[in-house]
Structure formats: structure tokens, C-alpha cells
């Protein structure tokens, strides 16, 4: 938990103080009693009234000055605790920003928004109670002690029965609780995944009708989750009525055996109330610590989830690349030389030995079956993943020598699966250039095919976007994301099957303007679509990841046979023969 410490490093001086306002606050605390049994015992008839003001005027001012020491560092450690909680979030954040996909594969979305949201908001809570009873809870249970023992060494050996009980009490609920609070953060974050596919697969789910499936799903989540927190419910719910019967069980034997000491002559009335009041502050001194003791385990649980956050180290190191946009010559230029990949935790290679070289200006596309790795090829491209062996190389520098706000400044990506964000159609296509002008965004939307249908919108570019672009539909966010690309102007242009919701003469006007608007920068696409490729400078055809052909189309459907099926079950053999020569 190295890593989540540290952010209370800032903190430090602000903790100082507030741990010196609660350390006064407590000594005032213990003297009040005190005060209060010296009046008592010299009684209040025969003392004369300025006395009396005077040990009335002593206590006052205690216990403003205590009240005031308890405001101020309650108020100091409520902005130190939010300020650690704003700190932890956002370094969460900023950890997952620098995330490449392998580490997605290692801790699911779901699991990372419950990490910046319950288990920094355990911390925060853990940390405004700890840095006022950390010194609170101490200071007034050996101050409490001490007192007690001065004003009667006899009945001070209650302490010797009391304060085991609760030790032994809190060790026997603590091996029970912590594995539970433990199991709840991991349920959380099943119940948070099962919520957050039902809501964004809701209308998958309407349309194959299976709500009461999506129901069961989320009530076992949610059940198991009942489940645990009940258990953690009836540990608390023994415990809590435990402890104030020892401290009621006390207060009974402070007066009892108080009682029978005055009776004696051995002890003051004062004394024995100045007793009663110091035993209640290192009873409820522990009692702070139980609860404390309830809130830890749970932040532990939480501290060590974020920890794994900050401790995980990204695949895609990006801290000692040197290379800068400025300095590649040449950066349309794409070459792959020997490449081999396999995911985390896969035997079998999903792409083997892949070697091609593309120009500046080419469009070249990539085709092939479905889980050939054609998309994996992009993501290698883009430095999503870094290849197992072999080089990928852009603009003549090795991919791992560009620093990766220079590689994606000069891509401009459109990926299989379009994610819109909410806001605005303008907003979202400046996504990819923010400082582009309402002209250039206009082109880009025109270019896209997608100007038409958004100035027939009440609000034009300025229309809402609901989150994911649910509001439009598939071929609309479709070119909404290629607009995005497009007001980018980058070197190389990446579409994954990015027209695939496009009809056939939205497709061909696209492909036809796009031709012309990306003259001179290098064009990959990944299309299903042969009338998409048809036309490419080169096509490079992948079967289980592997290369089996590439060239021009004429040449792929005389030489390469699983090409010719793939073109001749989409269209005719004619066509085939007389298109892009």
C-alpha cells in the first residue's frame, strides 16, 4: 500500500496540525473532571461565590477552548481527507489513461470504476476518523488510566477486567469481518459489471426478450451481496450491544464499589465522580477504536485494490521514447518486418511472421475471415499492444522509439466499434482536432457523407449526442466517428470496418471524396466489403494470421483462390474481372 500512502504526503503539515489540535483538545478534556471533583469536594455550601465563578469561569474557558480545538480539526481533517480522495481519483484516472489494452485484459472496466468510486470513498472516510482518533482515542485511554489511578489506585483495578474483555472482543471479530469485507468489494464489482451490461445492452436484451434472464442474473449478483453484508450486519449487531454493556456493567461497579470507599472514608465524593467520568473516557476512547476497527479492514481491502491500480506497469513503456513527430521524415510510411503476437494467456499466435511494407499516399486494405487478425494488425499499428517478436516500424524509426503522443497525433483512427461521447455532434467530431474551425468541421462532416443528415436536424451540429450515440444510428455514428478522423488531417488514416453500416451509394460517394480529400496520406482500411477495396493500391489477404497474398485485385483474383470466393459471393465474376485494373 505503498503507493496509496504516499499521496498523504502533501497532507503531511495539515495532518500535524489537526493531530496537535486533538492532542490539546484531549489534556483539556482529562482536566475538566478534575476541576469539577476539586469544587466537589470542597463542597459548594461554605464556599464563598467567588469561588465558585472562579472554578465555574476555569471550567468555561476549558471547555470553549477544547470545542474550539475540536472545530478547527475536525474542519482540517474533513479538507485533508476529500483533498486525498481527489488526489487518489485522479491518479486512478491518470494511471488508466497510460493503460494499453493488455492491462484492460488484467482488471475489467467494472472493476476500475468501483476502485475510483467505493474504494477511495472507504479511504477518505478511514482517513477524516483516523486523524482525529488516533491521537483522541490513545491520549484519552493511558490519560484516562493515569488520571483514574491518581484519584484511586483500589478501584482503578477494574481496568485490569474491562479493557481485556474489549481487546479480546475486537481480536475474535476481526478474524471473522476482514475476509467478509474483503469478499464484498469483489461482489461489488460483479454487481457493477452485470449493471453496467444491462444498461448498455438494453436493447439487445428487449429484442431477444430476455429481461427475466438479465433479472435472475442481477438478483444473484445482488443477492450475494445481501448475503455477505448481512453477516458483517450480525457480527456488528452483537458486537456494538457487547460493548455498552461492559461500559454500563462498569459505570454499576464504579458506583458500587465508589459507594462502599466514601462509606469508608478512603475516597471523596469528587474523586469517585472525577473516576466515573475518566473510566466513561477510556471506555469510549475504546469504543472509538472499535468503530475505527469496523472501518479499517474494509479500507485495507479498499487500499490494496487501489495500490494494484498505481503498481500496475503498463506494457507500453513510453518513457524513454525520444522520437517526436518533427524528427520522422517520412511518417506515412508503415512497414512490418517478422511480426509475431499472442495475447496475454494464449498459446497459439494470433498473427505469424507478417511482413509488408506500405508507402506514403498508398491506400492499402486488409481482408480476410473473420478472427484472421486483421484488427489485431491495426492495433499493432496503433501501439495498443506491442508485437511478442518482430519490429513495427513508422516513418523508418522502430514503433517503440516514437513517443506515443506522436505516433495517434498522426493517426487518425476509426475503430470497428464506433463510442461517441456525450455532448454535441460539433463536439464530438472536434474529438479529433479541438481546435478546428466551424468550416473545417463542416468539410470533414461533408466529406464523411454526413452533412446532409445532420442540417436536417432541428440544432445542426449543435445537436445532442446522448451517451454512446444511442440517439442516431449505426451508419450516422458512423460517419459522425469518420468526420472525427477526417477534421484531423493526420498522415495515416485507419478504418476498421468502418463502413460497414453504410448502404452501397453512401459508401461509393464516401470512398469517392475520401480518395480526394486524402491525397498523399497513407490510407489502411480493414473491410468485409469488397466494393470497398476494390480499388486499393494494395490488398493484403490474412487467413489465421497469416499472410496468403497480396497485390492489386486483378492480381489476387487470378493468383489467391480464397480471395476470388470471398469477391465472386459478392459479386459477379464479370464485375470481378473488369474492377480495379
Request: aromatic content about 8%.
Amino acid at each position: 500500500m505503498k503507493k496509496v500512502i504516499g499521496y498523504l504526503k502533501p497532507f503531511a503539515l495539515a495532518i500535524a496540525i489537526s493531530m496537535l489540535l486533538v492532542f490539546i483538545q484531549s489534556i483539556l478534556n482529562l482536566y475538566l473532571p478534575t476541576l469539577m471533583s476539586d469544587i466537589v469536594n470542597k463542597g459548594i455550601v461554605g464556599t464563598s461565590m467567588d469561588e465558585v465563578a472562579k472554578y465555574g469561569k476555569d471550567m468555561l474557558i476549558v471547555t470553549l477552548i477544547a470545542g474550539l480545538c475540536t472545530t478547527i480539526s475536525t474542519f482540517i481533517a474533513a479538507k485533508i481527507a476529500a483533498g486525498l480522495g481527489k488526489s487518489l481519483r485522479k491518479g486512478v484516472f491518470s494511471k488508466v489513461e497510460k493503460f494499453s489494452l493488455n492491462e484492460f485484459d488484467i482488471i475489467q472496466t467494472s472493476s476500475l470504476i468501483t476502485r475510483t468510486t467505493n474504494d477511495v470513498t472507504q479511504i477518505q472516510n478511514l482517513t477524516l476518523m483516523s486523524i482525529r482518533m488516533m491521537i483522541l482515542a490513545p491520549m484519552m485511554c493511558i490519560g484516562g488510566i493515569v488520571m483514574a489511578v491518581s484519584k484511586n489506585l483500589e478501584l482503578s483495578i477494574l481496568f485490569t477486567v474491562v479493557i481485556p474483555i474489549f481487546l479480546i472482543a475486537i481480536i475474535l471479530f476481526a478474524r471473522k469481518i476482514v475476509p467478509l469485507f474483503s469478499s464484498v468489494q469483489k461482489l461489488t464489482d460483479r454487481l457493477n459489471q452485470v449493471v453496467r451490461e444491462k444498461l448498455t445492452g438494453v436493447r439487445v436484451i428487449r429484442a431477444f426478450g430476455t429481461e427475466e434472464y438479465e433479472r435472475n442474473r442481477y438478483d444473484k449478483s445482488n443477492k450475494d451481496i445481501y448475503e455477505i453484508s448481512l453477516k458483517i450486519g450480525y457480527l456488528i449487531s452483537i458486537l456494538m450491544p457487547l460493548i455498552f454493556f461492559v461500559i454500563n456493567v462498569s459505570t454499576v461497579a464504579v458506583v458500587w464499589f465508589g459507594g462502599h470507599l466514601i462509606d469508608s472514608g478512603s475516597m471523596q465524593i469528587g474523586d469517585m465522580m472525577a473516576f466515573m467520568q475518566y473510566a466513561m473516557q477510556v471506555l469510549f476512547s475504546i469504543l472509538m477504536v472499535v468503530m475505527l476497527f469496523m472501518m479499517i479492514p474494509r479500507a485495507i481491502v479498499s487500499a490494496k485494490r487501489i495500490n494494484e491500480v498505481l503498481e500496475l506497469d503498463s506494457t507500453i513503456d513510453d518513457n524513454k521514447n525520444e522520437v517526436k513527430k518533427e524528427d520522422i521524415i517520412n511518417p506515412g510510411e508503415i512497414e512490418f518486418k517478422n511480426v509475431t503476437f499472442s495475447y496475454n494467456k494464449s498459446d497459439e499466435p494470433v498473427l505469424n511472421d507478417i511482413s509488408f511494407k506500405i508507402k506514403k499516399g498508398e491506400t492499402v486494405a486488409i481482408i480476410g475471415g473473420t478472427g484472421s487478425g486483421k484488427t489485431t494488425l491495426l492495433n499493432l499499428m496503433l501501439r495498443f499492444y506491442d508485437a511478442t517478436s518482430g519490429i513495427v516500424s513508422v516513418g523508418g524509426h522502430n514503433i517503440r522509439e516514437i513517443s506515443l503522443n506522436s505516433l495517434r497525433n498522426m493517426i487518425g483512427y476509426v475503430p470497428q466499434k464506433i463510442n461517441l461521447f456525450s455532448g454535441t455532434i460539433a463536439e464530438n467530431i472536434r474529438y479529433g482536432n479541438e481546435n478546428a474551425s466551424d468550416e473545417e468541421v463542416e468539410e470533414a462532416a461533408k466529406v464523411a457523407q454526413a452533412y446532409d443528415f445532420i442540417a436536417s436536424l432541428e440544432n445542426g451540429f449543435d445537436s445532442t449526442v446522448a451517451q454512446g450515440g444511442t440517439n442516431y444510428s449505426g451508419g450516422q455514428k458512423q460517419r459522425i466517428s469518420i468526420a472525427r478522423a477526417i477534421v484531423k488531417k493526420p498522415d495515416i488514416y485507419i478504418f476498421d470496418d468502418s463502413f460497414s453500416a453504410l448502404d452501397y451509394s453512401t459508401d461509393s460517394k464516401l470512398r469517392a471524396a475520401l480518395h480526394e480529400y486524402t491525397e498523399g496520406a497513407t490510407v489502411v482500411i480493414v473491410a468485409q466489403r469488397v466494393s470497398t477495396i476494390i480499388n486499393a493500391d494494395n490488398i493484403i489477404f490474412i487467413d489465421e494470421g497469416k499472410i496468403i497474398a497480396q497485390g492489386k485485385h486483378h492480381e489476387l483474383f487470378e493468383t489467391c483462390e480464397a480471395y476470388k470466393e470471398i469477391v465472386v459471393s459478392q459479386i459477379t465474376e464479370e464485375e470481378a474481372k473488369n474492377s480495379g485494373k
